[in-house]
């Protein structure tokens, strides 16, 4: 048998080479959905499990809204306390939940006057907006949390590239700030206009007006948001490809 029948042969049994990246029989796509949900795992815990259970127990069970309240805030409150006993430090995101909790409770006292009604949203959305902006000043920016799933795609690699950033580069912890920053004052302005126009345009006006507010505030933070996102994403980029 010729040269060029072997060569032939032994390319035709040769096994396809697996990539760096790659995982043998197909499981990377399974690995990166792990890692996704793993990175999202807080984001659940600490705000899709409670505003659920507030949603069930007021529409599906049919309980009071100050007592749907009550019940859904237990979760966040232990998350809080365990979180400060275990690590001495606290979990923004179930202190957030527990604020809005506990004012949601004080607004659903809230009865009778249909502007009182109205600018009740307004009073709990001011809390999540001073809640962000608090964090900023505290150097922990509350964002951070919904923004490093979105960039990093749970992919390990990125990951760390975030990690060690936020752990080395000024400008890094410098973009959260400001992405958390401009979410906050977003928030706050609209919770300022939809205060102010409770009290001086038409109720039938703001029933839906206010609606319209909300959305738009939400638009705007992720528009101008990217002047912060999109530099922590070319520099996760580059430290993950230097990695």
């Known amino acids: 048998m010729g040269m060029a029948a072997i060569q032939a042969q032994n390319s035709e049994e040769a096994p396809a080479p697996v990539h760096r990246d790659q995982a043998p029989g197909g499981d990377a796509p399974a690995g990166q959905g792990a890692d996704m949900a793993a990175a999202l795992r807080p984001l659940l815990v600490d705000v899709g499990i409670p505003l659920g259970s507030y949603y069930l127990l007021r529409d599906a069970l ?14 966040p ?3 809080a306390a365990a979180g400060l006993a275990a690590k001495r430090e606290l979990n923004l995101l179930a202190v957030l939940m527990l604020a809005v909790s506990l004012a949601g409770i004080v607004v659903s006292f809230l009865t009778g006057d ?3 009604m109205i600018a009740k949203d307004s009073i709990i959305s001011s809390v999540i907006a001073f809640a962000i902006l608090g ?3 505290l150097r922990r920016p509350l964002m951070s949390a919904g923004l490093k799933p979105f960039l990093t795609r749970g ?32 928030l ?8 102010i126009g409770a009290y001086t345009l038409p109720v039938t006006t703001m029933a839906w007006l206010g609606t319209v507010m909300g959305l738009s505030a939400i638009a705007v933070a992720i528009v ?9 994403q070319k ?5 993950a490809a230097a990695s």
């Open 62 to 75: 049919g309980l009071s809204l100050w007592v749907s309240l009550t019940l859904s805030g237990i979760g």
């Open 235 to 239: 520099m996760i980029d580059a430290e």
């Open 188 to 195: 706050l302005a609209e919770c300022a206009a939809h205060l």
């Open 155 to 186: 992919e390990p690699l990125r990951t760390a590239a975030w990690d060690r950033l936020r752990a080395a580069s000024p400008q890094f912890r410098r973009l959260e700030l400001l992405f958390s920053t401009i979410w906050g004052l977003a």
């Open 114 to 116: 249909p502007r009182a």
């Open 77 to 79: 409150a232990l998350r």
């Open 224 to 232: 101008a948001g990217g002047a912060a996102a999109g530099p922590i």
């Open 135 to 137: 964090s900023v000043a």
